[in-house]
């Protein structure tokens, strides 16, 4: 099988460049490893926290930003990583990737639904 090492941390941050938020990340990652992170409810732009996400072997590959302090999905991708990402599709409320190694594909959506059901709903 080629995904038996594929291993994905999902998360709701709730800020991602708050110095909890930071320490968590560093935790989660020494003791899990993951080869890919969902980041949700980041509260930034990805640009304010990519520093401290390369420094911990990250990087992006696919991000809906945050509006003000509302939202935000971030994929990222261990560098060390041998598995392509192709970007499916981004909108504000889910951001879909395609992750392939050899002749197999394996798609996954990150979904952080909006709290307006006028919002929800287009999801």
């Known amino acids: 099988m080629d ?7 999902s998360w709701n941050i709730r800020g991602a460049i708050s ?3 930071r320490r968590h990340a560093k935790e989660l ?3 899990h490893h993951p080869l890919f992170i ?3 409810e980041t509260h930034c732009p990805f640009s304010k926290a990519s520093l401290f996400w390369n420094r911990l072997g990250y990087e992006i ?6 509006f003000g302090h509302s939202g935000g999905i971030w994929v990222l ?8 990402v192709t ?6 409320q889910a951001v879909t990737i395609c992750i392939k190694k050899t002749d197999c594909m394996w798609f996954c959506s990150a979904i952080y639904a909006s709290l307006q059901p006028v919002n929800r709903e287009n999801v």
């Not at 995904?3 to 941390?9: G, H, Y």
């Not at 991708?77 to 392509?84: I, L, Q, V």
């Not at 970007?87 to 504000?92: L, N």
């Open 3 to 9: 995904f038996e090492d594929l291993t994905i941390l």
């Open 19 to 21: 110095l909890e938020g």
């Open 29 to 31: 990652v020494k003791k």
């Open 38 to 40: 969902f980041i949700m």
């Open 61 to 66: 590959c696919a991000l809906s930003e945050a």
């Open 77 to 84: 991708k261990s560098k060390g990583c041998d598995y392509d």
């Open 87 to 92: 970007v499916i599709d981004v909108y504000f």
